[in-house]
């Protein structure tokens, strides 16, 4: 199923986050959103998630309208959100959050099959399922979160800054298990402030700037050019000190 | 005639007119209902002076009337003392109480809203319970009728008629003046945004305390009229529900922001509960009084008043705009100086925000504050304006050290600052938020200066001609550069931009950029806080950069922006070439 | 210094009626904890409940619990059309305050006009009956509305808990926004909450008027120690305002004992205003 952004633009009340973004994520891809701080990239990916409602133009997964379906439906297009900063339900249990992934209909049904396969890639989160989710590591608790969002049986996972936070180590180890997941299918959105491991990961990759997509390609194309440093940095390679 | 002044008319005429009125006699079911009238007008208006203006729901009220009436009733009955001078007696008590209160649930920040009802609510019981109890009642309740009435008028009750009228009307002069004072001006900003509020100078927890002793006062002096109206006292009647929620219910009803408003509102409901004096007639009028309150809550929230006065402005023709020549921007208060951080370092929880930040900015320079999410930059900006306190280190304006002084004293100093997201006070025009900060902040002007200075600096951020428009008629370019306007008023000599660029389209950050500009021209020193690089790389004279609540490189932009470390931190290492 | 049998007896009817109050504390912590708003008018529908069974029962001679029967899911009903009222006007929790008090007092009204100010007794033939455990009384009636108390109170923990309603619950009120990107209608769970509530005050209401004198002053004689009750109890902990209720009545009844009766109140106030104060965070 393919998830189609085209000319998308959304407001915080009349303050505008996202002016024109246009991009695709066909079944099974990893693709990346990069671009600085303030850029509107997890602003885009809320609304993809159905947390905030846009403005303008045209958001649809699989042909569906996402527009003209109400937020607590989206997931059950198959789209499943792991946020900024986890948002876990701290006060509840790791393996409530997880079962609050797999809260929707079809999932639920297969919730302990799910659950089972979750805990086999996490398997510090089947010792530690009785504990409160707030009480976790950043590391654990953003492995809850990604399980939550497994639990949802998502075509498309939508992932905003998973290493924020997060020691290098437990970064890598975080990559490979996103590879792990795309590898049974399921398409990946990734939103990432880190160009390197974003573009490592990714099979093509959109730059978020000021909310605009400046430039898209593969990995290798990107690289070469200056828009990225330019965006994060505010210079152009050639520029002469003044 | 100035607007006060006609008030002071009105109220003038309204006393000689209703003194009048019982000197010639009228009989005595009138003279009672009058009574009663002019008791809940004393007693709703004296309410909505903490409550209404300042938003802090008091569901207390009750206690306080009933101290002035326990007060009044012990001192003549177990004292002797002449009615009449237990009166001020009672109202100083009934203030002390108030106050006492204040002092400990003020402090307190999360004792706002309905938690702050239900304190109060809760005092009104204790309060009744240690009056129950103890030797000032006991149980039988105090009788007065053997207390002795001075008579001025024909009917026995005049006196109390006329005692009534008068604390009305001084009370309603009272929340006027009020109403119209730099207490009632830092009232109303509290009741907006009691933070941004003290930010911007207004002395919060002083203007709490006095609010809620003079409402406080009010009440106290209005239950010793009461008790010798009564004259039977009894806990349960004192101490009923009836006063705290009905104070609530008139004010609402009337508006309770507007000085007349509960006094308006304790008219419509006192009198539609004393007119139906039948059992079954009661019963139809307090349930119908209930759905109004309901009614009006839901389509009126501002109440009874203001929606009149609304509606009445908009029949009025338009009085054409007045173009006046622009006011010149005011001279600095306090000579240029020099902000400096000194190892500054802050935590929450187990999250160390800062590590240690130093830097300085000098007056007459732009200082870029850069970094990744969560490095520290906006909590670096709290500290310094005074939100929050630092753990460690110091911050210094000219060499002062502004780190153990409250947000408004910080502010007075003159250091102003911007949110990222816009925070005006929602019932202010674009002028009067402007004027309140040239009130309290460093400049400390009288209102007439204030409201030009605010002229002056609504017309140097482009927006003088939507000066009486309200926050919500804005679109967000124009609240951004109201709160930067706001930020400026009172000429600080410090100025911190939280991502004041954040969502303006390009002309508009163009324009922003030359005011930024312009600022700096006038010798204000400026911490910038903005992810836009562009414009952080055209306006910066030196940029600091922070990540994970450290600084990580410091000096011209271009040498900043290009150091390796830097670059690592935003890009990752292979970037780094 | 009262007899070891005197001070029993107190914690005995501090217990009972501590069950009481956690019983209307229940409906109360419900809906202001999971759905942030305050229901002043919990005390009059309870209230209403109350007069109701009694009316059934005195008149036409229904049984209290075949009352119940029908005002539990009467009061259901009354409960969602109010949040549709709530929701359809975007009542925030200070307004909420407002508007419910408004419908307190029109139920008062309401109560007033059918029932009159005159003091109501529902006579039935257990009114009387209590039981003996060693030197102590135990009033039937009371103990049944106690027992009821902490079943519904254990039966909405475990809802809370276990069921999947119960945890999206939990998790709409910790963050609406999350439990909607996973299928959460928090829309309708509002409704569903504020049934439940509105049909405990109903359960409430019938031990009323099976225990107490009935008056509609009443509804403002236990807002008070109510909202005492679910503030410490911690808002929307079935078993806290349990145990709150407990803690409350039992301390109000030693005091009685112990002291004069008339200090009663003061105990749950003082606790109130102390907690409000030295609670870290928010309620």
Redesign the interface.
Known sequence: MWLEVEHLAIAY?????VWDATLRVGPGEVVAVIG????GKSTLVNTI???QRSRSGALRFGGVDLCAVP??????QGI??V?EGR?L????SVE?NL???G???EA?RARTATLERVYGLFPILRERRRQLAGSLSGGQQQMVAIG?ALM?QPTLLLLD?PS??LAPAVVDQMFEIIRAINREGVAILLVE?????ALEIAARAYVLE?GRVVADGPPAILRQQSR??E?????RDG?V?? | MAPGRRVAVGLLAAGLGFGALATVGIPAFYESFLYMIFSWIALATSWSILSGYAGYFSFGHGAFFGAGMYTTATLTTALGLPFLATLPIAGLLAAALGLGIGAVVFRVKRLRGELFGLLTLAVGFVLATIVLNTRIDGGPGVYLSAVPLPRVLASPTGTLYLLGLALALATVGTAYAVAHSRLGLGLYAIHDDEDVAELKGVPTLSYKLIAFALSAGIAGVAGGIHAMYVSYVTVGETFSITVPLYVVLMSVLGGARHWLGPAVGATMIAASLYAFTGGQQALLGRALVAFILILIVLLLPEGVVPAVLARWRAWRPRSMEVSEPPAALPARAAPAAVLTCEHVWRAFGGIQALRGVSLAVAPGEILGLVG???SGKTTLINVISGYYTADRGRVTLGGEALTERTAHEIARLGVGRTYQ?PRPFAHFTALDNVALAATFGPGRCPPRQARDEARAWLDFTGLGRRATALPHEL??HERKFLELARALAGAPRVILLD?VL??L?PAEIASAVRLIQQIRARGVAVLFVE????A??ELSDRVVVLNEGEVIAAGS??EA??SER??EV??????VA | MPSLTLLAQAVVSGVLAGGIYGLLGLGLSLSWGLLRLVNLAHFALALLGAYLTYQLGSAFHVAPWLSALAIVPAFFVLGVGFHAVFTYFRVTELTSLLVTFGVAVILESVIQWFWTADYRRYETAYATASMRVGPVFVPTLEMLACLTAAVLALATWAWLRFT?VG??L??SA??P??????????RAQAFLLSGVSAAYAGIAGAFIALISTLAPSQIWAWLGVVFAVVIIGGLGNPIGALLAGLLIGVSESVTMAVVTPAWAPLVSFSVLILILIARPGRV
């Not at chain 1, 339900?89 to 509840?92: I, N």
């Not at chain 1, 965006?231 to 210079?235: E, N």
């Open positions: 009340g009349d303050a505008p986050a600085p701080n303030g850029a998630a159905g947390l937020p607590h439906l989206v997931c059950r499943a959100l946020p948002r339900f701290t006060r509840m409530e079962e609050m992934g809260y929707r209909g639920r939550r949802a800054e924020l936070g402030q880190n160009v390197v491991r000021e990225i440093r965006a994060y940095l505010g210079f520029d000190n003044p | 990744p999410n969560g997201i679109n967000l991502e954040s969502g389209n992810h836009l690089m562009r952080v790389l932009p271009h922006m290009r830097v670059i935003y890009l990752g290492t292979t970037h | 999947y945890k999206a939990r998790a910790e963050d926004a999350m439990a909607a990107a996973f299928g959460v209608n928090h």
